[in-house]
Nanobody, 115 residues
Framework: QVQLVESGGGLVQAGGSLRLSCAASGRIFSINIMRWYRQAPGKQRELVATMTSGGSTNYADSVKGRFTISRTNAKDTVYLQMNSLKPEDTAVYYC?????????WGQGTQVTVSS
């Protein structure tokens, strides 16, 4: 089992920055992939950023150049640094990690960007 606790969301003005954190506990040695998703009101959940166990990263086109995913070497925390935030980035952000056997979701953290 893996448990995830997110933090760092909040209200920020357009152009500002936030850093989300997702602390993992339990069988963290088994984590292969770490991802951030987001879901805006009335929209489907979308993949924002991915980091593999090898350190490769991938981003949605809408956040490339503005968001950065990173993690600790122990893989016990994954971060999402969000810069140059836009009102359209407003959403609930979810941490997701995947092991060989299954995926785990965080509880979500609200990010609101005012214009």
């Amino acid at each position: 089992q893996v448990q995830l606790v997110e933090s760092g969301g909040g209200l920020v003005q357009a152009g500002g920055s936030l850093r989300l954190s997702c602390a993992a506990s339990g069988r963290i040695f088994s984590i292969n992939i770490m991802r951030w998703y987001r879901q805006a009101p009335g929209k489907q959940r979308e993949l924002v950023a991915t980091m593999t166990s090898g350190g490769s990263t991938n981003y949605a086109d809408s956040v490339k150049g503005r968001f950065t995913i990173s993690r600790t070497n122990a893989k016990d925390t994954v971060y999402l640094q969000m810069n140059s935030l836009k009102p359209e980035d407003t959403a609930v952000y979810y941490c997701y990690v995947e092991t060989q056997y299954r995926g785990y979701w965080g509880q979500g953290t609200q990010v609101t960007v005012s214009s």
